[in-house]
Structures are given as structure tokens and as C-alpha cells.
């Protein structure tokens, strides 16, 4: 089990190239990814965008990309001889108009504007590529690492949520017979206090009877342990199930309902609002679950 939150750092210098890839990850519906990577970078975003599908399933992963190229051939410096000699013209006008020496050294034409371009070499793609890719995999593993230790940590709370409402389900089990004879009491009871005399004993049977099958929550119960039976198969699995599970705890939530407003007695009333308790406790968890 793993949690959908996490975060990692991967930096990798090669060659006179070094990248740097940040990733942070929080719970989402979907696997959503915000990248922000250098421009002349984004040759690689599909690529990247793929790589981090083949580890994250769920979440949102924000992802921040640097990149520095100290390469002898990084970079390239051009001269605009025309606009120098432009610049040169304009001065000698300005010189005659004014009557003051024309003595701009070179130097200072180097620094008039676009006289000097400075512009980015094109990259090599296939190895800032190869970088980047081993980067975000240095990165992810880290990701990784912390999301499955949260995962673990909260796969020993939801296991103790569902005992307890195991634990809670058996106690409504053991409960639910009891409920139509108490019923049964009670009626017996209401006709010796309005003086009626003995009750027809068939006419009780079946009154009985119709409350029974009308309160009946063996099927409930047998659907809320076959959930909590299925949740515990989903978590010891290997496969993401933050999905299914919240799909479970619906479910649960559901038959613990249905047990509550058709069991009609008050100690069940009581075990349900504590499973219900229960549940809410586990959707709240498994909203952060891969």
C-alpha cells in the first residue's frame, strides 16, 4: 500500500550537464502532473510525462526541472557588424554637429545594444535526454520510498478501523436474534396492560413473525464482512487501491444504514452510529491512499 503523498530530489551532473528535478506529490482523484522545466527543454516533456505515469497511478505531482549547461560549446557569442559601423556613423555625425572628439573605444562598442549576441547552442537531445531520464528516476525513488512508508503507517490504521468495526458487526450479530423476541415482550406486556386478556397465541406468532422478517439483517451483515473480508485482500495486495477501497467504504457505509433503519432496537442503533463513526474514520484515510 502506498500513500499518495511524497516528495523527492535527484541531481546528476555529466559531461559538463547538471539537472536537478524536484517532485511533490498530494492525494487526487487522478494522476495529474504540473511540470515546469526550462523551455529549451521542452523537446522532453512527453517523455518525462511518461516516465512519471510508469511509477505514479493517483496524485498530483508538481515537478520542477532545472537544468545547467557549463559545456565549452554551450553557448555562442555573434557581432552585428553592419549595426557597429551604424553605431560608428552616428557618432562621427554627433561629433562633427558637436565639435567633440569621436575616441569610443572598442570596447565600448561591444557594449552598445545587439552589437554582441549572446545565444544557446542547440542541445544534444539524446544526452540531455539520457539525464534527464536518470534524474527523475533518482528522484522518483525517492518519491517512492516515502509514499510506501506512509502507505504502511496508514494501512496499521485502517486495519485497526476495520477490527473495530468487525468488532462492532459482531456485536450487532450476536444482538440482532434477541431483537423479535424483545419484540414479542413488549406486545405481551402492552395487552396485559390494556386488560385484553390472553393473547391468541397464533395471532402473536405471526405478528412476530411479519416483525422478524420486516427487522431481518442477515443480509447486511453478511455483505458488511464480505467488505471488510475484501478490504483486507485489497490492502495486502500489490496493486494500487485507494480506488476500490473508497469504493468499500460506500459500500459499507450503505449496509450499516440499511442495519440501522431496520434492526428497530435501540442497542443496535447505538452499534451503528459506531461503525458509522468507524467508516467515516476510514474514507478519511483512504483519501490519500494510491
Given amino acids: 500500500m502506498r500513500s499518495m503523498t511524497g516528495c523527492g530530489r535527484?541531481?546528476?551532473?555529466?559531461?559538463?550537464?547538471?539537472?536537478?528535478?524536484?517532485?511533490?506529490?498530494?492525494?487526487?482523484?487522478?494522476?495529474?502532473?504540473?511540470?515546469?522545466?526550462?523551455?529549451?527543454?521542452?523537446?522532453?516533456?512527453?517523455?518525462?510525462?511518461?516516465?512519471?505515469?510508469?511509477?505514479?497511478?493517483?496524485?498530483?505531482?508538481?515537478?520542477?526541472?532545472?537544468?545547467?549547461?557549463?559545456?565549452?560549446?554551450?553557448?555562442?557569442v555573434e557581432c552585428d557588424p553592419a549595426l557597429a559601423a551604424a553605431y560608428r556613423d552616428a557618432m562621427d555625425a554627433l561629433s562633427k554637429a558637436t565639435g567633440a572628439p569621436n575616441d569610443v573605444p572598442l570596447w565600448q562598442y561591444a557594449q552598445l545594444p545587439d552589437v554582441l549576441t549572446v545565444t544557446e547552442n542547440a542541445e544534444d537531445r539524446e544526452a540531455v535526454g539520457t539525464l534527464l531520464a536518470d534524474t527523475l528516476a533518482e528522484s522518483l525513488r525517492e518519491v517512492e520510498e516515502m509514499r510506501l512508508r506512509e502507505g504502511a503507517a496508514m494501512k496499521a490504521d485502517l486495519e485497526l478501523h476495520l477490527s473495530i468495526l468487525e468488532d462492532l458487526r459482531g456485536q450487532i450479530t450476536v444482538r440482532a436474534p434477541q431483537v423479535p423476541r424483545d419484540y414479542q415482550q413488549r406486545l405481551l406486556q402492552r395487552i396485559a396492560e390494556l386488560g385484553a386478556g390472553d393473547a391468541d397465541p397464533q395471532r402473536l406468532a405471526q405478528e412476530v413473525a411479519i416483525f422478524a422478517d420486516r427487522a431481518a439483517i442477515d443480509e447486511e451483515l453478511s455483505r458488511l464482512d464480505a467488505h471488510i473480508r475484501h478490504a483486507r485482500q485489497l490492502m495486502n495486495g500489490n496493486e494500487p487501491c485507494g480506488s476500490k477501497l473508497n469504493f468499500l467504504s460506500q459500500e459499507m457505509n450503505r449496509e450499516v444504514n440499511t442495519i440501522g433503519s431496520k434492526a428497530l432496537d435501540g442497542e443496535i442503533a447505538r452499534l451503528v452510529v459506531e461503525a458509522k463513526a468507524e467508516i467515516e474514520k476510514l474514507r478519511e484515510q483512504i483519501q490519500n491512499v494510491e
Fill in 10 to 76: 535527484g541531481q546528476i551532473a555529466r559531461d559538463g550537464r547538471e539537472i536537478t528535478v524536484e517532485v511533490k506529490t498530494v492525494n487526487h482523484r487522478f494522476l495529474d502532473i504540473s511540470l515546469r522545466m526550462p523551455r529549451h527543454l521542452g523537446f522532453a516533456e512527453e517523455t518525462v510525462k511518461k516516465q512519471l505515469a510508469a511509477t505514479l497511478t493517483r496524485g498530483h505531482a508538481d515537478v520542477f526541472v532545472t537544468y545547467r549547461n557549463a559545456r565549452a560549446d554551450a553557448r555562442k
